[in-house]
């Protein structure tokens, strides 16, 4: 008699969506598993369920995350800060995650190819290209919502909100006058950081609070910078694909775990 698991029409396969983004996912990519094959995972103990997770990577653990409700919110909770770390270590060279992203968002930037703001994937003459120093991957139609087109028309802005105020904010936050072209510069014209630092200012009343204001966001500034360059010295470094990727079977309640060669990505 056939085995019906061996049949590539078996009734004990199904599809799963896997979205391309936790967000708001309008791509989807269908895979084939077996039907129920990881529904009990959740269920089963987390210093098992962890034990093996710590073998993926971070893109396998971003998948995984994507297939049931039960698994994002394991994979989305405090508890599995530890297992994304510890993911995040076998990919050789990774800088460190750094204070401005999550492990999971930090692991969505580098192993996802979409626009975080639109979700697209690819199109004609669109470039799509990550902003480390941001942390997110902007198309060309969207990069305008998020960086100033110019220095000189962030500038512009800075001058226009400082009319209104009477302690100014000075240039340093755009870069400042001398500051040399570059990847990080870009940080310099992107607007979530600038425009929240012109929000919080008019509540800044004593010298003090602002002086702190400020050295907190050269601080920022400059651990966006670091995690910039540690990024792209890395990115030119890896090799996708890496290594081989685990496959886990529930079948009868047993739990099996193929090594497998990852398949080349793009
Ligand atoms: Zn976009």
Not at 147 to 161: E, H, I, P, V, W
């Amino acid at each position: 008699m056939a085995n019906p698991t061996k049949s590539k029409n078996s009734k004990t396969e199904q599809h799963v969506a896997i979205a391309g983004s936790s967000a708001s996912p309008t791509r989807r990519r269908r895979v084939r598993v077996r039907r129920g094959g990881l529904k009990d995972m959740p269920r089963m103990p987390l210093d098992i369920l962890f034990e093996i997770f710590s073998h993926l990577e971070p893109k396998d653990l971003l998948n995984l995350s994507r297939t049931s409700e039960p698994l994002r919110q394991l994979l989305m909770s405090r508890a599995s800060a530890l297992l994304w770390e510890t993911s995040r270590k076998n990919i050789p060279g990774l800088p460190d995650c750094p204070s401005f992203l999550s492990e999971p968002e930090y692991a969505n930037l580098c192993f996802t190819l979409y626009c975080h703001e639109c979700l697209i994937l690819k199109g004609k003459r669109l470039i799509i290209r990550t902003y480390w120093g941001a942390g997110a991957r902007y198309c060309t139609r969207c990069k305008p919502v998020f960086f100033y087109a110019s220095r000189s028309d962030a500038r512009t802005d800075l001058q226009s909100f400082n009319e209104g105020c009477e302690e100014k904010i000075p240039d340093e936050i755009i870069g400042g006058p001398g500051t040399v072209p570059g990847p990080s510069r870009m940080l310099d014209r992107y607007k979530p950081t600038i425009e929240a630092f012109m929000e919080q200012w008019p509540e800044l009343i004593h010298a003090e609070q602002r002086t702190e204001a400020l050295k907190e966001f050269r601080a920022e500034r400059d651990e966006r910078e670091k995690f910039e360059q540690a990024c792209i010295t890395w990115s030119k470094s890896y090799n996708v694909p890496t290594g081989q990727i685990l496959t886990l079977h529930l079948d009868h309640g047993n739990l099996r775990l193929t090594l497998e060669p990852r398949a080349p990505t793009k």
